[in-house]
């Protein structure tokens, strides 16, 4: 059986990938939801709210990486 690793014993690779994907799906969905509601209903807008939302989540995702990575150097 394999145990899964403590999140604060993942790789750095492994933290990397899972931001990339965090991003990735970020782009896709956003992307989706902004078409979507360009095309049916341009006179109200609403995609910039899971846009902003979920786009602070993403800066936080990032801002830990970057913190954490940058602790390990010095």
């Not at 604060?8 to 782009?27: D, M, P, Y």
């Not at 049916?40 to 990032?62: D, S, V």
């Amino acid at each position: 059986m394999v145990r899964r690793r403590h999140a604060k014993q993942r790789t750095h690779r492994e933290r990397w990938i899972g931001l990339c994907i965090h991003f990735a799906v970020f782009v896709v969905v956003n992307s989706g939801l902004t078409t979507l509601n360009l095309i049916r209903r341009p006179e109200q807008l609403w995609f910039y709210w899971p846009l902003m939302g979920w786009g602070a989540g993403l800066a936080l995702h990032a801002f830990i990486f970057y913190r954490r990575n940058r602790s390990k150097k010095i």
